[in-house]
Every structure is written in structure tokens, then in C-alpha cells.
């Protein structure tokens, strides 16, 4: 088994930095996902891939955890954006430059 460490985004509905603080070991998946010649489903064998979730507070926490069950992991930093303070005034500055005026 292999895992992936990560501290998961925030999703396309949230606009605050809320249940982004944590870190996530997922596994992946030791065999390919297979379609149902019946239904046409997408089914796997291996259900630890897309089940199984675990969630720590540290990502110390969670190599640790990785260690001590002898799981191969890969340990994924996550990338800082650097949010700009805006004030609704500076929408009305002189200084403010136009799309339309190069």
C-alpha cells in the first residue's frame, strides 16, 4: 500500500479558510479501476483506495502514523497563496486603474 499525506484545498464553495487547518492520509489504489460489462459502472477490488480517510491534526502526526504501520507515503507540502487586503473604497480611488485603459 502506498498513501499520500496532503493538507486537502479549500472547495470551490467555501470562501474562508475553515476545515483547511488539518491533514488527510488517502490511499491510492494498488489495482485499476475495472467497467461493468452489465451495468457500466466503474467497480474496484481494492475499496481501501476510495474509502478509507484518515484525518490528523499535524502532518507529523500523520507521518508517524504512516511509520509505525509501515506504509510507503509520500508527503506533499502545501503552497501558501497570499491573500491581498482590499478595502470596498479603494473600488471608488483616482488611483484605480481601468480594464479598458491599458
Not at 9 to 30: I, Y
Not at 64 to 86: C, F, G, T, V
Amino acid at each position: 500500500m502506498f498513501a499520500r499525506i496532503y493538507q486537502p484545498a479549500k472547495t470551490a464553495m467555501q470562501s474562508g479558510r475553515a476545515n483547511t487547518k488539518s491533514w488527510r492520509l488517502d490511499f491510492d489504489a494498488e489495482t485499476a479501476r475495472r467497467i461493468d460489462p452489465l451495468m457500466g459502472w466503474t467497480s474496484a477490488e481494492d475499496m481501501t483506495a476510495s474509502q478509507v480517510c484518515l484525518t490528523f491534526a499535524t502532518s507529523e502526526e500523520a507521518v508517524a502514523y504512516a511509520e509505525k504501520h509501515a506504509i510507503a507515503y509520500r508527503l506533499e507540502n502545501p503552497r501558501k497563496s497570499e491573500s491581498q487586503p482590499k478595502a470596498y473604497a479603494d473600488n471608488f480611488s483616482f488611483k484605480r486603474r481601468l480594464p479598458w485603459t491599458h
